[in-house]
């Protein structure tokens, strides 16, 4: 299955409450009430629902979490880097964006919702940290982890609530948050020293200084030898951070590329206006490709262009928003991308305040019942058209280890994790259009939960997604769901028709790493008194599978690993069949 682009957080209270005014709206500050921002949004794999991937979209069969990816304008070019601008969209993403400031905001060249999907590593940091201000090297002294709010007379108040971690994004490679790198870990021969890496063996080490701003720079190097230097910076306005003992304004930081350079010595290099540092104008390959990008007077993209064609963006203001969002993109030969937002469409649920709530059972959102559902609706330039449809549903883990935590528990100490939480998962997928015999997706999840204090007499350690399509076949995913032993991991998937296994594929996974080349951890841990205390470690562990079994026509067809090396990547592997049982 494709690695996830998106590090997409399982519970998002914020995004299930825009669903019930309509569109994603922007909010005007950010408050207290955690919304476990990352607590689950790590090792998900995100593949596409169709095989053509028509529409860009990407559901992780695990919650039923969506992005949208889809690359305009791709320009030739003999560097083995990607070339190219295009553009990401996670509809339930929480943005932070300011409404104090979105008028006059010239940061987001797509809108409040789209991405543009360039190269930079990005998070959100408060205006009087270190790491925002540079009093020290932010990079190779401070590190990532801002200090926590000091408040007078009180403990101070705890990064998690007004921090959300670092994300690095290469198009071509995907999304993944910064760790510290953990113990053992291999590095590359040159370079360095490197004190941060990718769940994916991205190596992260420190530039000495900015092109345009005081302070260091990062430098990522890729496992394929590649590595791009983000040493410009771009500042984004985000909701302040307040609450009842005090708050800090907050901007998002972006170091964007400024250069990447494949393992030949290739290069991309990346041109940006001083007057608007988000606003990138030019890709330049090493051998004269090149792709230019102009704004209008509103800091949107206007047009993109690759030397022979253009691509022009259209912006609208949609239901529910304040601000125009993108609604087309016009391809050179006239045909164009119609775009739209999720909208509510009907069904009620009432939003429990999870905050410290530890025992929340949320039993009713996994009803047959009616909850609030939101459509999204796209047309691809061949007149396709998608038509997706979402619902708040309660999803969860079972067997979590949760630390001290209860109602009456104020919100500078740290929360547990919880054991269940509110996602907006996909439902239905319909692809219609001239001359297409329309298509058909629906999804259904049987999701559980405990803490672990549940769990004296057993509890479940699976969890079961159903994709039912209208040719009348199923596919099953099983996926483990102890939080402590196999959390997303797929142990098995079989597609059927008319009450028929056609196939079936079982996967196996280690234990443990007793005799491996490789170490215990992926990454490292951030802290204790930041994300890593909410981030359940099973995720950053090394666990590869090693066996994979696949039952077919009356044949068991097996291939095992006999050997990994340091990445855990498979180097000895013995293929072969048998009748099956």
């Known amino acids: 299955m494709y690695r996830t682009l998106v590090g997409r957080s399982a519970l998002n209270l914020l995004a299930a409450a825009f669903c019930l005014l309509g569109s994603v709206p922007v909010s005007a500050q950010d408050t207290y009430e955690y919304t476990y921002e990352g607590t689950y949004g790590q090792g998900k794999d995100i593949e596409s629902l169709a095989s053509d991937g028509l529409f860009g979209d990407r559901v992780s069969y695990i919650d039923g979490g969506v992005s949208f990816q889809v690359i305009d304008v791709a320009a030739k070019t003999n560097v083995k880097l990607p070339l190219q601008f295009g553009r990401l969209l996670r509809p339930f993403a929480p943005y932070y964006a300011d409404s104090a400031t979105l008028a006059t905001d010239r940061s987001l060249i797509l809108g409040t919702q789209w991405r543009a999907d360039i190269p930079y590593v990005a998070g959100i940091y408060r205006k009087n940290s270190d790491f925002y201000r540079n009093t020290r090297p932010r990079c190779s002294v401070v590190g990532l982890v801002p200090q926590a709010q000091p408040v007078q007379g009180r403990p101070p108040i705890l990064q998690y609530n007004f921090w959300y971690g670092v994300e690095a994004n290469i198009p071509g490679y995907g999304r993944e948050t910064l760790w510290p790198i953990a113990a053992n870990s291999p ?23 900015l092109k345009n701003a005081t302070g260091e720079g990062f430098k990522i190097t890729l496992p394929d030898g590649a590595s791009y230097d983000f040493d410009w910076l771009a500042l984004r306005p985000v909701t302040p951070f307040t609450s009842p003992y005090g708050g800090d304004a907050r901007e998002e930081m972006y170091f964007m590329a400024s250069k990447a350079t494949d393992r030949f010595g290739n290069t991309v290099t990346y041109e940006y206006d001083p007057s608007f540092p988000t606003h990138v104008t030019r890709m330049l390959a090493s051998d004269g490709a090149e792709i230019r990008i ?3 007077s509103d800091g949107r993209v206007s047009t993109v262009t690759d030397g022979t064609s253009t691509w022009q963006y259209v912006y609208a203001v949609m239901t529910g928003m304040t601000t125009p969002e993108l609604s087309q993109v016009i391809l050179p030969d006239g045909s164009k991308w119609q775009l739209s937002l999720p909208q509510y469409i009907g069904g009620q649920v009432n939003l429990p305040t999870f905050g410290y709530q530890c025992n929340f059972s949320p039993g009713q959102y996994t009803s047959a019942g009616d909850s609030a559902r939101m459509r999204q609706t796209f047309v691809h330039p061949s007149g396709a058209v998608g038509e997706f449809t979402y619902k708040v549903i309660a999803l969860g883990y079972n067997n979590v280890a949760y630390g001290s935590c209860n109602s009456a528990q104020p919100p500078e100490y740290p ?11 996909l439902i239905s997928k319909m692809v219609s259009g001239p001359g297409i015999t329309p298509l058909m997706w629906t999804l259904t999840y049987a999701p559980s939960w405990s803490y672990a204090t549940e769990c004296a007499s057993g509890c479940p350690s699976t969890s079961t997604t159903t994709v039912v399509k209208n040719d009348g076949s199923t596919t099953t995913y099983v996926f483990g769901n102890d939080a402590q032993v196999n959390a997303n991991q797929l142990l098995s998937e079989s597609v059927s028709s008319g009450g028929i296994t056609l196939t079936r594929t079982d996967y196996k996974y280690l234990a443990s790493v007793t005799g491996q080349a490789f170490p215990d951890y992926v990454t490292g841990v951030l802290g204790a008194q930041d994300l890593g205390t909410l981030a359940n470690e099973f995720f950053r562990r090394n666990r590869p599978m090693y066996e994979r079994t696949i039952v077919q026509d009356g044949r068991a067809f097996k291939y095992k690993v006999d050997q990994f090396d340091a990445f855990a990547r498979p180097v000895a592997t013995t293929k072969s069949s048998a009748p099956a049982p």
Not at 187 to 209: D, E, I
Not at 415 to 425: H, I, V, W
């Open 294 to 296: 102009n704004y209008g």
């Open 187 to 209: 590095v590359p021969s040159s370079g360095g020293p490197y004190r941060y890496s990718t769940m994916s063996h991205w190596r992260v080490s420190c530039l000495p200084a």
């Open 415 to 425: 929360q547990g994790r919880p054991k269940a939480f509110l996602s907006n998962p």
